[in-house]
């Protein structure tokens, strides 16, 4: 049996599929959120495919369906933009003008009826893109645990802010405010938890949003809907289907969006940026492309090394922004790594993602294609794949590739895999490690493995300047989520953290008056009368 054809194998028949993993029942969703109404559509509708396939009688691979969503088109996406903007009112909307109170208790009202949703939803991010069950279930997790670590954070960062500051005799009161409207789309590999870890903090801080959900990952949110609806007043929060090519340069021209938050592209976001007719009253907060690189030093310790770089290339298929893409070693020790690096490789269990203990799931469509043409221009300029069976492919599954070695001039040297290719370069000297991290396009995080203190201490140095975050030992990641999450260059714009995120949706705003009797008296009475939502001493428990 071929490599191909055992992969393939590995795709179950209709009854194989366990039964508290099987799809639910298909979801044609024809409803869509608008102002504080579930509208309903009747037009066009995208088909919604699982990366994962059954076999048929015949053994041919068909993907399993899982329902459908509307394509709406540009009238559907005015009518939501123009919600979102009634509902700012220029801040003067009910939301943006609430206290922090009571905005903390739509969330928390929010976050409860999500959690009555946790096995629909969690089913289908399994389904929608193939992550293991595990980790679907995580990614659940985790998301509700930064939604309460946001509320905590924003009750002391608003405890913080209830008390008047006097200097030279001004009196000031300054507390965090909204933006305006935001425009809001996620990612597919977390379509859960990094879309909700901007658009949480987004609607906390009292901003209104338009939501697109990723292509990838948008049936998810259909059991969250009626939360979002109930949960939060008119129009706070509208949904946008429809291809983006055609939904997005239509509100973006208009000029009535004041914040974009994309994880995605920094090409796709430059050209957002591009569609806005003022882009200095644009505030961008954007998590976007990375090639993030490992430094092997002659006295790292390979089997550490080995264990952080299996894992840093291959979680969630390498699906990550933070995943290692690049394998820089040392020529000293590139054999003993690379013997290693393989054996491990080939213990990892390809399968499907209800399978305990899988690591490599199937892709979502087109992936598989895109990994294997990567490994094809390896190939053609001098690279040789290691393991055995390493780039063979069946339907949307894709045997992991470790490619050796890799040159400037392959794909794989500057172009982010997003995937299960793991390309290697062996340096002579570390100044040429150093170098590839400084000319490369992206700036998000880079790992160091070395036992001496005197080499690390010498690249910490400079890769800070170059890149947000420098592991010391261990593969790259986002968490814990208290940390700033940001890059350089091509790979952010803003901080993404517990902490950072209120301060990127929002802004300091300020009451000042001078420091007379008559002022005083005029504070006082607004702040013991509760006149104003803004200039108060209130405490949020």
């Given at each position: 049996?071929?490599?191909?054809?055992?992969?393939?194998?590995?795709?179950?028949?209709?009854?194989?599929?366990?039964?508290?993993?099987?799809?639910?029942?298909?979801?044609?969703?024809r409803?869509?959120?608008?102002?504080?109404?579930?509208?309903?559509?009747?037009?066009?509708?995208?088909?919604?495919?699982?990366?994962?396939?059954?076999?048929?009688?015949?053994?041919e691979?068909?993907?399993?369906?899982?329902?459908?969503?509307?394509?709406?088109?540009?009238?559907?996406?005015?009518?939501?933009?123009?919600?979102?903007?009634a509902?700012?009112?220029?801040?003067?909307?009910?939301?943006?003008?609430?206290?922090?109170?009571?905005?903390?208790?739509?969330?928390?009202?929010?976050?409860?009826?999500?959690?009555?949703?946790?096995?629909?939803?969690?089913?289908?991010?399994?389904?929608?893109?193939?992550?293991?069950?595990?980790?679907?279930?995580?990614?659940?997790?985790?998301?509700?645990?930064?939604?309460?670590?946001?509320?905590?954070?924003?009750?002391?960062?608003d405890?913080?802010?209830?008390?008047?500051?006097?200097?030279?005799?001004?009196?000031?009161?300054?507390?965090?405010?909204?933006?305006?409207?935001?425009?809001?789309?996620?990612?597919?590999?977390?379509?859960?938890?990094?879309?909700?870890?901007?658009?949480?903090?987004?609607?906390?801080?009292?901003?209104?949003?338009?939501?697109?959900?990723?292509?990838?990952?948008?049936?998810?949110?259909?059991?969250?809907?009626?939360?979002?609806?109930?949960?939060?007043?008119?129009g706070?929060?509208?949904?946008v289907?429809?291809?983006?090519?055609?939904?997005?340069?239509r509100?973006?021209?208009?000029?009535?969006?004041?914040?974009?938050?994309?994880?995605?592209?920094?090409?796709?976001?430059?050209q957002?940026?591009?569609?806005?007719?003022?882009?200095?009253?644009?505030?961008?907060?954007?998590?976007?492309?990375?090639?993030?690189?490992?430094?092997?030093?002659?006295?790292?310790?390979?089997?550490?090394?080995?264990?952080?770089?299996?894992?840093?290339?291959?979680?969630?298929?390498?699906?990550?922004?933070?995943?290692?893409?690049?394998?820089?070693?040392?020529?000293?020790?590139?054999?003993?790594f690379?013997?290693?690096?393989?054996?491990?490789?080939?213990?990892?269990?390809?399968?499907?993602?209800?399978?305990?203990?899988?690591?490599?799931?199937?892709?979502?469509?087109?992936?598989?294609?895109?990994?294997?043409?990567?490994?094809?221009?390896?190939?053609?300029?001098?690279?040789?794949?290691?393991?055995?069976?390493?780039?063979?492919?069946?339907?949307?599954?894709?045997?992991p590739?470790?490619?050796?070695?890799?040159?400037?001039?392959?794909?794989?040297?500057?172009?982010?895999?997003?995937?299960?290719?793991?390309?290697?370069?062996?340096?002579?000297?570390v100044?040429?490690?150093?170098?590839?991290?400084?000319?490369?396009?992206?700036?998000?995080?880079?790992?160091?493995?070395?036992?001496?203190?005197?080499?690390?201490?010498?690249?910490?140095?400079?890769?800070?300047n170059?890149?947000?975050?420098?592991?010391?030992?261990?593969?790259?990641?986002?968490?814990?989520?208290?940390?700033?999450?940001?890059?350089?260059?091509?790979?952010?714009?803003?901080?993404?953290?517990?902490?950072?995120?209120?301060?990127?949706?929002?802004?300091?705003?300020?009451?000042?008056?001078?420091?007379?009797?008559?002022?005083?008296?005029?504070?006082?009475?607004?702040?013991?009368?509760?006149?104003?939502?803004?200039v108060?001493?209130?405490?949020?428990?």
């Amino acid at each position: 049996m071929t490599d191909a054809a055992e992969l393939a194998q590995r795709f179950p028949l209709a009854d194989q599929i366990p039964d508290e993993y099987r799809p639910l029942a298909p979801i044609h969703q024809r409803t869509y959120l608008v102002d504080g109404e579930l509208r309903t559509w009747a037009g066009a509708v995208q088909t919604v495919r699982s990366p994962v396939c059954v076999r048929n009688a015949d053994g041919e691979l068909e993907p399993v369906v899982l329902g459908s969503y509307p394509e709406s088109s540009e009238a559907e996406a005015d009518a939501a933009l123009a919600a979102a903007v009634a509902a700012y009112d220029q801040g003067r909307g009910e939301w943006p003008t609430m206290s922090v109170a009571e905005r903390i208790a739509c969330v928390e009202e929010f976050t409860r009826q999500m959690l009555a949703q946790k096995r629909q939803i969690v089913q289908l991010i399994m389904w929608e893109i193939g992550k293991s069950f595990a980790d679907s279930e995580k990614e659940f997790d985790r998301t509700v645990e930064y939604i309460r670590a946001t509320i905590a954070e924003l009750k002391q960062l608003d405890n913080n802010c209830s008390r008047f500051t006097v200097v030279e005799g001004t009196i000031g009161q300054i507390r965090r405010a909204p933006l305006g409207v935001v425009l809001c789309m996620g990612p597919y590999n977390y379509p859960l938890n990094e879309t909700f870890a901007t658009l949480i903090p987004a609607l906390i801080m009292g901003n209104t949003l338009l939501f697109k959900p990723p292509r990838f990952g948008t049936l998810l949110f259909y059991p969250l809907l009626e939360a979002f609806r109930s949960a939060f007043p008119r129009g706070v929060i509208n949904t946008v289907y429809g291809r983006g090519s055609v939904v997005v340069p239509r509100v973006m021209a208009t000029g009535k969006i004041n914040v974009l938050t994309l994880i995605g592209s920094s090409k796709i976001a430059d050209q957002m940026k591009k569609m806005h007719p003022k882009s200095n009253r644009l505030r961008a907060v954007l998590g976007l492309d990375a090639k993030n690189a490992a430094i092997v030093l002659p006295d790292a310790d390979i089997e550490l090394a080995v264990k952080e770089c299996l894992l840093g290339t291959l979680s969630f298929n390498g699906q990550r922004c933070t995943a290692l893409k690049m394998l820089l070693v040392h020529q000293s020790i590139v054999d003993p790594f690379l013997r290693r690096f393989g054996e491990e490789l080939a213990k990892i269990k390809i399968g499907m993602p209800w399978e305990p203990g899988v690591m490599v799931t199937p892709l979502p469509e087109g992936k598989a294609d895109f990994m294997a043409s990567l490994v094809a221009d390896a190939v053609a300029k001098g690279a040789r794949v290691l393991n055995k069976g390493g780039g063979e492919r069946a339907g949307s599954l894709f045997r992991p590739a470790l490619v050796f070695p890799v040159k400037e001039g392959m794909k794989l040297y500057r172009e982010e895999q997003f995937g299960p290719v793991i390309p290697v370069v062996a340096f002579e000297d570390v100044e040429e490690a150093l170098e590839y991290v400084i000319t490369s396009d992206h700036g998000q995080q880079v790992s160091l493995f070395s036992s001496s203190p005197d080499q690390i201490g010498h690249l910490v140095d400079p890769l800070v300047n170059q890149v947000c975050r420098v592991n010391i030992n261990c593969q790259c990641q986002r968490g814990p989520d208290v940390f700033p999450f940001t890059g350089r260059k091509d790979s952010a714009e803003g901080t993404l953290s517990v902490h950072d995120a209120l301060r990127s949706f929002s802004i300091r705003s300020m009451v000042a008056t001078k420091q007379t009797p008559a002022n005083t008296k005029l504070l006082d009475a607004i702040v013991t009368d509760h006149k104003s939502k803004f200039v108060n001493t209130r405490f949020v428990f």
